[in-house]
C-alpha cells in the first residue's frame, strides 16, 4: 500500500516498507544524494532533515537524524532534505553565510548542518546566537572546525532579528522566513497541500507489531530487523500526549518529546529539572526521543528516569483491554532490562504531585561529551528544607547499578540534618556505600562510585551555593 507525503516542492508516494529507515529513502529510493549518511546510529547529524507536521494553526518543523526515522512516520507529513531549501537558481542566507564566512571545507557534514541550522530558524521567533550554536551541537565537523560554523550561524541570526508572527507554526512565521531568504517561496503553500494528502492505507500483517515511539532506541540498535517489521506508531495516539496540571499534580503523557518537555510551561517550576532537559544528547534525539520511550527502554542510565524518580514520578500502565494500574516510578525496574510489565500492556502516562514552591532540585550527570552522549553516572536530587533543616530528601542514580535507583538508605541519613557541608559529605558516603557498579567502557566501578560521590555533593553545591568549595573538597 502506497504511502503518501510532501517531498519538498512535490507530493510523492513510496512503497518502501514502513519499518525501512527514511535516510536509504531519500538516498536510494529517491535518489537525493545531499542528505549524508555517517554514523546510522544518530551521533552526527549528517542525515539531519526536516520533518513538517500539520497542526491547527499551520505546519511544526523539526530537525531529525533520517538514519532513526522510520518510512511509516512520513505519511501526511512534508519531508525536507537539503534539496528543498535550496532556492531556484541561489543560495538559501544560511547556505549563503556558510560560503562567505569559511564555514565548510570538504563538505560533507554541511547539508546536515545547514538543515539543523533552518532548523533551528523555524522553530523559534526570536533567533540568539546561542541557540543557534546549540541547535548544531548534533551535528559533528571533522575537517572545518566549529568556529567558522559558529559565526556563520550568528551571523545569519543577525541578518534575520525576530519575526512578528505569534506562533513558530503560523503561515506568517514562514512567510517572514521566505522574506529573508531562508526557505524557498513554496513553504507558506504548504500548509493547505499538506491536509489534502491522502493519509489512509495501513499495511496488513498477522506479525504483533512493534510498538515505537521516537526510535531514537529501537532503530539505533535494530533498524535491519525492523525493516520488515510492523509498527505501532505511539506517537501518533493521541492518548498518550499533552502535558497538563490535574488537580494536585501534573501529567505527562507517554509519547510526549523531551523537545516539548522542555518547551513546556507546566515543567518550569521544577527547576534544575526543567533545565537541565538540553543535557539529554542533541536537538534532532530530542525532537523524537520520548518520555516513554526513556523509561520503557530500561537503561540504567535513562536521563529522564533518574530525574523522575526524586519527584515520586507514578506510571500509568494500560492494558489491550483497556485494564489500567498504578505503579511508583522506582518501582518499575525488577532487573538489568526487566520490567514490571506485561507484554500487552502500555506506558499511558506519568503523573508528578504539583510542584511544591519550596522544593529545591538538582540533576547531575557527568558524560564523556556535553550533549549527544549517554552519561557514565548520574543523579537527581530533591530537597523540602525547613530554614536549613533537611524536613526530606529524594537522591536517585544511574549506572551505578543494574536498574536507576532511588537510594532510600542516602536520604534516610541525611533527613532532619542541616544543610551543610558536612552532611553533603555523609550524604556522598552513604551514596557510595548503597550502590554497586560494575567495570564497563564508561568507566571502572570504583570510578562510578566515586563520581557518584561528586555528584551528590554537587546536589548540595547547587541548591546551597555558599557552602562554596567546603562541599566539594
Ligand atoms: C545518539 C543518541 C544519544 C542519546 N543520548 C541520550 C541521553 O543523553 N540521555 C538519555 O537518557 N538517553 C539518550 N539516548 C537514548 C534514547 O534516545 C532515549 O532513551 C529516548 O528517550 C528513547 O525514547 P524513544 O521514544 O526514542 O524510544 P523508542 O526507541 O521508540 O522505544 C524504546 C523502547 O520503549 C518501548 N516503548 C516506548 N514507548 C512506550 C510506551 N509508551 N509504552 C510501552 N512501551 C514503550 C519501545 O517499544 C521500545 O522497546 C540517546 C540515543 C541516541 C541514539
Ligand atoms: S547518519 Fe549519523 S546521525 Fe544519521
Ligand atoms: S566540512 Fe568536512 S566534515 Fe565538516
Known amino acids: 500500500m502506497a504511502l503518501h507525503f510532501l517531498l519538498n516542492r512535490y507530493e510523492t508516494e513510496t512503497t518502501m ?95 546536515g548542518m545547514i538543515v539543523s541550522m533552518t532548523g533551528y530558524l523555524l522553530s523559534t521567533l526570536e533567533p540568539t546566537g546561542k541557540g543557534a550554536a546549540d541547535a548544531l551541537g548534533g551535528n559533528i565537523c571533522r575537517c572545518t572546525g566549529y568556529a567558522a560554523v559558529r559565526r556563520a550561524a550568528e551571523e545569519t541570526v543577525r541578518c534575520i532579528g525576530p519575526s512578528p508572527a505569534c506562533s513558530s507554526s503560523s503561515p506568517a512565521h514562514l512567510e517572514f522566513l521566505v522574506e529573508k531568504g531562508v526557505l524557498p517561496e513554496y513553504f507558506p503553500g504548504i500548509s493547505s497541500r499538506i491536509g489534502e494528502l ?12 512493534v510498538r515505537l515511539a521516537g526510535g531514537t532506541d529501537l532503530f539505533a ?15 501518533r495516539d493521541p492518548s498518550l500526549r499533552g502535558i497538563r496540571r490535574e488537580e494536585g499534580s501534573t501529567v ?30 542533541s536537538t534532532q534525539i530530542r525532537n523524537r526521543a520520548t518520555l516513554g520511550g526513556n523509561i520503557v527502554n530500561a537503561s540504567p542510565i535513562g536521563d529522564l528516569t533518574v530525574m523522575l524518580m526524586p519527584l515520586g514520578a507514578e506510571l500509568l500502565l494500560r492494558s489491550e483491554a483497556g485494564a489500567a494500574r498504578t505503579l511508583p516510578l522506582h518501582r518499575f525496574f ?16 506519568v503523573r508528578l504531585p504539583a510542584p511544591d514552591p519550596g ?37 536517585s542514580a544511574g549506572g551505578v547499578a543494574p536498574v536507576p535507583m532511588l537510594l532510600a538508605n542516602t536520604s534516610r541519613a541525611i533527613a532532619g540534618r542541616t544543610l551543610s557541608a558536612e552532611t553533603a559529605g555523609t550524604a556522598a558516603m552513604a551514596a557510595m556505600e548503597e550502590v554497586s557498579p560494575i ?33 566539594l573538597p
Open 17 to 111: 516498507p514502513g519499518g525501512a529507515v527514511v535516510l536509504d529513502l531519500i538516498r536510494n529510493g529517491l535518489h537525493l544524494t545531499g542528505t549524508r549518511e555517517g554514523c546510522r546510529e544518530g551521533d552526527c547529524g549528517a542525515c539531519t532533515v526536516l520533518i513538517g507536521t500539520p497542526l491547527a494553526e499551520g505546519v511544526s518543523y523539526r530537525a531529525v537524524n533520517s538514519c532513526l526515522l522510520p518510512v511509516a512516520e512520513l505519511r501526511g507529513r512534508h519531508l525536507v532534505t537539503i534539496e528543498g531549501l535550496t532556492p531556484e537558481g541561489g543560495l538559501s542566507i544560511v547556505q549563503k553565510a556558510f560560503v562567505d564566512l569559511g564555514a565548510s571545507q570538504c563538505g560533507f557534514c554541511t547539508p
Open 198 to 209: 491522502d493519509t489512509g492505507g495501513t499495511v496488513n500483517s498477522d506479525a504483533r507489531p
Open 221 to 235: 540498535v535494530r533498524a535491519g530487523e525492523l525493516r520488515e517489521m510492523p509498527l505501532e506508531l505511539l506517537c
Open 252 to 281: 505527562l503523557g507517554a509519547a510526549v518529546t523531551v523537545t516539548e518537555l522542555v518547551e513546556s510551561r507546566v515543567l518550569r517550576p521544577y527547576g534544575d529539572f526543567h533545565d537541565s532537559l538540553d543535557l539529554v544528547s
Open 334 to 349: 525488577l532487573g538489568y532490562r526487566k520490567l514490571d510489565m506485561r507484554e500487552d500492556e502500555l506506558l499511558e502516562s
Open 359 to 395: 522544593i529545591l532540585c538538582s540533576f547531575e550527570k557527568v558524560s564523556m561529551r556535553r550533549h549527544m552522549d549517554i552519561a557514565s553516572v548520574n543523579s537527581a536530587a530533591l530537597f523540602v528544607l525547613s530554614g536549613d533543616t533537611i524536613v526530606s530528601a529524594e537522591i
Open 439 to 471: 567495570d564497563d567502557v564508561r568507566g571502572s566501578a570504583e570510578y562510578k562510585r566515586k563520581l557518584l560521590g561528586r555528584l551528590v555533593r554537587a546536589h548540595f553545591l547547587k541548591v546551597r551555593p555558599e557552602l562554596g568549595r567546603e562541599a
